[in-house]
């Protein structure tokens, strides 16, 4: 069984999905693993380190996709140098793992299905304690929820901790979360070591011990309806729930130094959930930085992948963050999938049983059928939105 690692060729991507250590592990286990020349150059991963962990180094990038029998990637697929798709040059039969948004670009199922590719998109892996150690949804959302605090403190032109010093005392920053799922969570967590006074809301009640418990104060709105949706996400609201919302976290935006927004809804655009009226409000100097920047923002001001700059407000649009910290965010996401190949190959072979819900779930196309319902719909809806 042989395990191939890809070289991430799209632009900004630094990660890399399998990192030495993990190789080893594999290599233990009687898996042949090959690695592409450079695969871990940007997140400083050697060609020597994974040699030395008992992987074959490749230096030609169609023998890694087209004789693996497990390709393993951080992010989608993408069109070569030469003009190829990288999909083409998969095997039929062989079995891809990474990251193939096919909510977002269910066109990517559709070729995958037709190349008789097996493909697990990692994002739709179960959330469940006992797909815990293959979440790799919430190890890279970690790293974005710490990484956003850092670069709004890098940005506000304040401390964050409170300081009493010689030259008078330093109030501490007012930051404010919004939506404390994985990211959110940790990032009050990192604002707390900072120091900052945190506060935090979220539309899923069930959180709010949780926020307490890093020792942020939780915003509370009654919303006289479900915001749980099957497995632990969050729903759409309705648009009476969304001006109730609005009105309670106007005031707390207002009086913040900081707000961090890192709200989704599984297949559908980000809520928005700070307004134009409301960025108007801030002190001049405040930060804001959304995470939901490539869903759509959070913000009415936010532009993906730009810092912007209204009403003295500086309003970061981040996208990839995961990718800016690549050696711990490839450590996790090397062992999510060493957990996941684990998982699938048996006796040296792949096994899918497709009544576990692990794989079933996150298996979206195999035998030249696309799997999953979801995807299929969004498929059907993309063509239909080509087709008007
Ligand atoms: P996510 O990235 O989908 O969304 C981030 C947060 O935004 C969520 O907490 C959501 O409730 C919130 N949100 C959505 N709409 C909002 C709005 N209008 N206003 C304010 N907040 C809003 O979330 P996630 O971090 O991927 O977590 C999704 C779910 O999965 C959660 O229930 C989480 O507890 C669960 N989870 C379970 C496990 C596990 O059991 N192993 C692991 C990770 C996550």
Same mark, same amino acid.
């Given at each position: 069984m042989r395990i191939a690692v890809a070289k991430e060729i799209e632009v900004g991507e630094r990660r890399v999905a399998l990192i030495p250590e993990t190789v080893a592990r594999l290599v233990k286990k009687g898996l042949e693993v090959w690695v592409e020349k450079g695969a871990g150059d940007r997140s400083f991963f050697t060609d020597e380190a994974y040699e030395a962990a008992g992987a074959k180094v490749v230096d030609d990038s169609a023998a890694i996709w087209g004789e693996a029998d497990i390709l393993l990637k951080v992010g989608l697929p993408q069109e070569r140098e030469d003009g190829r798709?990288?999909?083409?040059l998969l095997k039929e039969g062989a079995v891809l793992i990474a990251f193939l948004n096919p909510l977002g670009v269910p066109e990517i199922a559709q070729k995958l299905a037709d190349k008789k590719v097996t493909a697990?998109?990692?994002? $739709?892996?179960?959330?469940s304690s006992r797909a815990q150690s293959m979440d790799a949804l919430s190890s890279q959302a970690s790293v974005a929820g710490y990484k956003s605090v850092l670069i709004a403190a890098a940005a506000l032109?304040?401390?964050f901790p409170m300081l009493t010093t010689a030259a008078g005392t330093i109030a501490p920053a007012k930051v404010f979360i919004m939506g404390a799922g994985v990211a959110g969570l940790q990032a009050i967590a990192t604002a707390r070591r900072l120091g900052a006074v945190v506060e935090a809301f979220d539309?899923?009640?069930?959180v709010k011990e949780e926020v307490q418990s890093l020792g942020a104060k939780f915003v509370e709105v009654q919303l006289n309806e479900e915001t749980v949706a099957a497995g632990g996400y969050a729903k759409e609201i309705s648009a009476d729930a969304r001006a109730r919302t609005q009105e309670v976290v106007a005031e707390h935006i207002k009086n913040s130094d900081v707000v961090i927004t890192t709200a989704q809804v599984q297949g559908?655009?980000?809520? $928005?959930?700070?307004t134009e009226e409301m960025v108007a409000q801030m002190k001049p100097g405040s930060v804001i930085v959304d995470l939901a920047a490539e869903q759509g923002?959070?913000?009415?001001?936010t532009e993906p992948g730009k810092d912007v700059q209204w009403h003295g407000v500086t309003i970061i649009g981040t996208i990839n963050l995961p990718s800016s910290m690549p050696v711990h965010a490839s450590q996790m996401y090397s062992k999510n999938l060493a957990t996941l190949v684990q998982y699938l190959v048996k006796d040296n072979a792949i096994n899918l049983d497709f009544a576990d819900d692990i794989i079933d779930s996150a298996c979206i196309t195999h035998g030249g059928e696309i799997r999953n319902q979801r995807v299929r719909d969004a498929l059907t809806a993309a063509s239909a939105t080509v087709g008007n």
């Open positions: 798709q990288e999909i083409d697990f998109a990692i994002e $739709l892996i179960p959330r032109p304040k401390y539309i899923r009640p069930a559908k655009k980000a809520p $928005l959930l700070v923002g959070n913000c009415a001001r």
